[in-house]
């Protein structure tokens, strides 16, 4: 259990500085497409290298990877398309505020889905984390629906991603082979996705590879971290747990992005702490 926890709320910590490096990559002219493509593909080959140096195998049984591709790789793309969408429409405050319902949705889904109990202490975090979303997006309101459809869509894809990794059982594969396969899964996908959409620009300097690097080596951790947690934990405490995704960013935007202190975001860091306090002590 605390193994579990410390591995989503590191998960969470990490995911929350990737917007700081995505940032500084999107201010360089690089497009969404090729953001989330250079970011998956730069994570092979620290995998390959970590695979050898452990001398651990990446095989994977055609099931395995027929669940990872259908289900758990599906739902991480839609998830990555839709909230990087939403930044066309919305400030990126309104967006990542609405995508950290994700975990009230997975909630939800195990409660009246799968019929799986909740308890007082499950219910009062709920509760806490819904006004504390609620407090985020009140201070972040800005523009159309089209946006704020995406954005609200990517926290359920995600909440889809979070329990599918439980459900398909991927969460007993080896870290290092789970994430392989989502990185090769998700690069090889925004190739097909760039004739649609957006083309990559195969064209990046010695500092964007840089960023790249430092991105797919948080990403790697992150996903790993989280996919250990996930089985030691289950869906509903990895996805309550992972809510230190939204403080990071929080702090991180303060510290490097000047952005304003606001008492909602405050008072919505400290009812998420609460929540994350509840669900962890009563274990």
């Known amino acids: 259990m605390l193994w579990g926890s410390l591995s989503v709320l590191l998960s969470g910590v990490l995911y929350g ?3 700081l490096i995505t ?3 999107y201010n360089g002219g690089l497009n969404t497409i090729t953001v989330n493509f250079f970011r998956y593909l730069f994570v092979i080959p620290v995998i390959l290298l970590l695979a050898i140096i452990n001398k651990q195998s990446l095989k994977i049984k055609k ?3 027929y669940k990872m ?3 758990v790789a599906s739902a991480s793309i839609a998830t990555n398309l839709l909230l990087a969408g939403s930044y066309n429409y919305i400030n990126t405050g309104t967006a990542t505020s609405l ?3 994700y975990p009230v949705i997975v909630i939800m889904i195990c409660v009246f889905l799968y019929h799986e109990k909740m308890s007082k202490a499950l219910l009062s975090a ?3 984390v819904i006004i504390a979303m609620g407090l985020f997006i009140i201070s972040n309101i ?5 946006g704020i459809l995406m954005a609200a869509l990517s926290s359920l894809t995600y909440a889809i991603y979070i329990l599918e990794i439980e459900r398909t059982r991927s969460n007993r594969l080896p870290p290092l082979v789970f994430s392989f396969y989502l990185s090769l899964i998700t690069s090889i996908s925004m190739i097909f996705v760039s004739f649609v959409i957006e083309p990559i620009n195969i064209t990046i300097s010695f500092v964007q590879a840089f960023l790249f690097g430092c991105l797919g080596v948080v990403t790697l951790f992150a996903v790993s971290l989280f996919q250990f947690g996930s089985k030691k934990l289950g869906s509903k405490l990895c996805a309550l747990l992972s809510l230190s995704e939204p403080i990071t960013s929080v702090i ?3 510290i490097f992005l000047n952005e304003a202190l606001l008492f909602n975001k405050i008072l919505g860091s400290i009812l998420i702490i609460i929540a994350i306090m509840i669900v962890t002590y009563r274990k």
């Open 17 to 19: 500085i990737t917007p």
């Open 23 to 25: 940032m500084f990559l």
């Open 63 to 65: 099931e395995d990877l």
């Open 69 to 71: 591709i259908f289900k």
């Open 99 to 101: 995508h950290f319902l």
């Open 126 to 128: 709920v509760i806490l």
């Open 142 to 146: 800005d523009g159309d629906m089209i």
């Open 252 to 254: 991180v935007g303060i």
